[in-house]
C-alpha cells in the first residue's frame, strides 16, 4: 500500500540518530513544560520556537523536535491536574475532576498511570487517524480555489469564535485586531505599505512570534504577580507506582470513544483539544449506567478526557497540515512554526516534501511510545519539577522569552513590542477576551486577503463568486452553524471558563 | 464598566484604523478589491462587535487593587528596562537585576529573589552560550570578556 511505504521512508528519516534523540529531548521537556502551572502546550511551543529557530536545526528536525513538545506537553498537562488540582494547560481542566479526587483517596499512582495509558491511546490512534486522512483531504483540498480558501478561513475563525469561547462579540474583536495587525506592513499585490505611519520597523509587518510570546509567555507573568504566586504545594501522597491493570481494562472501551470524540472535535477547525476533552467528558457521563461516581474519583472519568485531549491534539493536525488552517491556539503556534521554517502547509506539502510530512508522522508514533515510558514508569520524577515555585519558574520563562526573541532580530524595539503584547494579554484576560484568535488572525490574516482579492480578481468583482461551488457553499454554512450554535445550546453545553488552548 | 469602556476604546482605534486606511496608496494593477476594502472590512467588523458589547456588556471583571497594579506597573518598567539593557549591557548583569525582581514581585522575599536572580541569570548564559551556542554576549563588550 502507498502508505506503508511513505510511512517506512518517513521512519527512515525519523530513526536517524540525530532526529530520534530530538524527539527523545522534545518528549522530556514537552513533558516538563506540561506538568509546570501555568504553561501549556501553546505557551511552552511558543518560548521555543525562537530557541530552536536560532540553532539552526533543518526544517524536518525543527519540526520533530517542536511537535514532540506538543504532545509531550499534553502528556504533561495531566500530572498537576492529579496532583495539585491545579489544571497545568487548560485542556487538562476536565482532568481535574475526577482525577484529583482520586488522588486524595490515595491512588494518585493509579491515576496518573491510568491516565498516561490514556493519553497513549488516544494520541496513538489519533496519529494513525491523521495518517489516513490527512492524504486524503489533501488530495480534496487540491480542489479548493481562492473562494473555497476565503469561506475556510471564515470557518476557522467562527468556529474559534463560536465554540471554543465564551462571548462571540469579544472573540469576533479578537479576531479583527490580530486580522488588523496582520494587515501592517508592504501590501503583497501592489507593494505600498499600509499602517506603517512612515516607520522602517513597521515595513516588514509585526512579527507573528513577537505576538505569540508576548501574550502567552509574558502575560502569564503579569497574571502570577496578581495572584501572588500562590506556592504549589502537593497535597497527595505519592506512594509506589504500579500498573492499575483492572481499572485499565474498564475503562480500554471508555478511551477509545473518547479518541473518536476527540478526533473529530481536533479536526474542526477552530475547536482544538479543550473542546475534545469536554466533550469526551461528557459524552462518557451522558451514556454511564451509574453517573453518581463521576466527580468523586471515576476512572472513566480520568480516561475519557485524557484519551480525548491527546486525540484532539492529534486530529488538530490535520487540518493545520493540509490546509495551513489550525484546528487551535497551539496549532497555531506549530503554523507560525512551519511559516518560520519557510514551510508552506497545504496539499502541497504533501507532494512538494513528503519527507517532512511523513517524517514528522513517523516521529510522532515515536514520541507516543518514548511517552509512554517516560510517563508510566519514570512518573516520579516528573512529579519533583512540580516542586519549581512560580518566583523561580516565571523569571526564567519571561528570560528565555526575551534571549529568543532577541537572538531573532537582535533589536530592542520587538522586545518592546512583545512587553506590549504581554500588558494586552494580562487585560484581555481580565475582560475574558480570547487571546488566541488574535495570534489566528495575525497567522492568516495576509494570506484570508489574498484568497479574497485573487477570488474577486478571477470574478472580476462579482461578489456571488464566493459561494459559487458546493464546496464554499458548505464551508459558509458550516461556518454560521460554528458561529450561531452556542447561542442557543448555551444552556445545554456549559463550558468552564477558557483561557488559552 | 469595564466593558464599556473596552468597547469603546475599539470604536475609537477602529475608526482610526479606517481612516489610516483610506490614505493606503492603490497600486497600478487591475485589481477589482485594492488595498484598502480588507482593512474597511475589519474595522467595521471590530465596530459592529464593539457595539455589541456597548449594549449587552459582561459581568464586571475581579480587578485587583492599586497595589497589585503598581506591582505590574513596575514590572512592565523592569521588563522596558530589561529590553533597553541587553545589547549595551551583555546577558549576565541585566538579566540578574531583572529576574531578581520579577521573582521579588511575585515572592516579597529578598534573599530568595536576589538567589534567584543570580541563579537563573548565570545558568541560563550556560544553557544559551555553551549549550545551545547563541551568540550571547555576558559582559558589555567592551570588557573583552565572554
Known amino acids: ?501 | 464598566m469595564s466593558d464599556r469602556i473596552f468597547a469603546l476604546a475599539v470604536i475609537v482605534v477602529a475608526l482610526g484604523y479606517i481612516l489610516s486606511a483610506t490614505t493606503i496608496q492603490t497600486g497600478f494593477m487591475p485589481d477589482p478589491v485594492g488595498p484598502k476594502l480588507f482593512p474597511y472590512m475589519i474595522g467595521g467588523a471590530a465596530i459592529i462587535a464593539a457595539i455589541t458589547i456597548l449594549i449587552r456588556p459582561d459581568e464586571e471583571p475581579d480587578w485587583p487593587g492599586a497595589a497589585t497594579f503598581g506591582r505590574i506597573a513596575l514590572a512592565v518598567v523592569v521588563l522596558v528596562g530589561y529590553a533597553y539593557a541587553l545589547k549595551p549591557l551583555g546577558f549576565l548583569i541585566p538579566t540578574a537585576i531583572a529576574a531578581g525582581l520579577l521573582s521579588y514581585q511575585i515572592r516579597p522575599d529578598a534573599w530568595r529573589a536576589a538567589l534567584t536572580g543570580l541563579g537563573l541569570s548565570i545558568g541560563l548564559f550556560v544553557i544559551f552560550r555553551f549549550g545551545l551556542g547563541l551568540g550571547l554576549f555576558g559582559f558589555p563588550r567592551s570588557w573583552g570578556i565572554f
Not at chain 1, 212 to 230: D, N, P, Q, Y
Not at chain 1, 252 to 277: N, Q
Open chain 1, 1 to 501: 500500500m502507498d502508505t506503508l511505504s511513505l510511512l517506512a521512508d518517513g521512519f527512515a528519516i525519523a530513526l536517524t540518530p540525530g532526529n530520534l534523540m530530538l524527539a527523545v529531548i522534545g518528549c522530556v521537556l514537552g513533558t516538563i513544560i506540561g506538568a509546570l502551572p501555568g504553561l501549556g502546550p501553546s505557551n511552552g511551543v511558543a518560548i521555543l520556537i525562537p530557541l530552536a529557530f536560532s540553532l539552526g536545526l533543518d526544517a524536518t528536525a525543527a519540526l520533530v523536535l517542536m511537535t514532540a513538545v506538543y504532545y509531550g506537553a499534553m502528556y504533561g498537562g495531566r500530572i498537576s491536574s492529579i496532583l495539585l488540582n491545579i489544571p497545568g494547560d487548560e485542556p487538562a481542566l476536565m482532568t481535574t475532576l475526577d482525577g484529583y479526587p482520586m488522588a486524595r483517596q490515595g491512588r494518585a499512582g493509579d491515576a496518573l498511570v491510568l491516565s498516561g495509558v490514556a493519553s497513549f491511546v488516544g494520541a496513538f490512534l489519533a496519529t494513525l487517524g491523521l495518517m489516513l486522512l490527512a492524504p486524503w483531504l489533501a488530495r480534496l483540498a487540491f480542489r479548493f480555489g481562492p473562494a473555497e480558501y476565503f469561506a475556510l478561513y471564515i470557518l476557522a475563525f467562527s468556529t474559534l469564535g463560536g465554540i471554543a469561547s465564551g462571548n462571540q462579540a469579544k472573540a469576533l474583536i479578537a479576531t479583527c485586531i490580530g486580522l488588523g495587525i496582520a494587515m501592517i506592513g508592504l501590501d503583497n499585490a501592489t507593494g505600498m505599505p499600509r499602517f506603517t505611519f512612515g516607520s522602517m520597523q513597521m515595513m516588514d509587518g509585526i512579527d507573528f512570534l513577537v505576538a505569540i510570546v508576548g501574550l502567552f509567555a509574558v502575560t502569564e507573568v503579569f497574571v502570577f504577580i496578581e495572584s501572588h504566586g500562590r506556592e504549589s504545594a502537593l497535597g497527595v501522597k505519592l506512594g509506589r507506582i504500579r500498573v492499575p491493570w483492572s481499572d485499565i481494562r474498564a475503562t480500554f472501551t471508555t478511551m477509545l470513544r473518547a479518541t473518536g470524540i476527540g478526533f473529530i472535535a481536533g479536526i474542526l477547525p477552530g475547536a482544538g483539544a479543550s473542546l475534545g476533552s469536554f466533550l469526551a467528558y461528557m459524552g462518557e457521563k451522558a451514556i454511564a449506567k451509574d453517573k453518581s461516581r463521576f466527580g468523586k474519583g471515576d476512572p472513566r472519568g480520568i480516561a475519557a478526557p485524557e484519551a480525548g485531549n491527546n486525540a484532539a491534539a492529534g486530529g488538530a493536525l490535520v487540518p493545520m497540515l493540509t490546509l495551513g488552517v489550525p484546528g487551535s491556539g497551539t496549532t497555531a503556534v506549530l503554523l507560525a512554526l512551519l511559516m518560520t521554517l519557510n514551510i508552506t502547509p497545504g496539499p502541497t506539502l504533501f507532494t512538494d516534501r513528503p519527507d517532512v510530512v511523513w517524517g514528522l508522522i513517523a516521529s510522532l508514533l515515536i514520541a507516543n511510545i518514548v511517552l509512554l515510558v517516560l510517563n508510566v514508569p519514570l512518573v516520579k520524577l516528573f512529579v519533583k519539577i512540580l516542586m519549581v515555585p512560580p518566583s523561580v519558574l516565571l523569571p526564567g520563562v519571561t528570560m528565555i522569552s526575551f534571549v529568543g526573541i532577541y537572538s531573532l532580530s537582535g533589536s530592542s524595539f520587538d522586545l518592546l513590542m512583545m512587553i506590549g503584547f504581554g500588558v494586552m494579554g494580562y487585560f484581555f484576560r481580565k475582560l475574558d477576551v480570547p487571546t488566541v484568535p488574535i495570534i489566528l488572525g495575525i497567522l492568516l490574516g495576509n494570506n484570508m486577503e489574498d484568497s479574497l482579492r485573487r477570488a474577486m480578481v478571477i470574478s472580476g468583482g462579482d461578489w456571488t463568486y464566493l459561494f459559487s461551488s458546493p464546496i464554499a457553499i458548505g464551508l459558509w454554512i458550516a461556518a454560521a452553524l460554528g458561529f450561531m450554535a452556542p447561542m442557543f445550546l448555551r444552556g445545554v453545553l456549559k463550558r468552564p471558563q477558557a483561557i488559552t488552548d
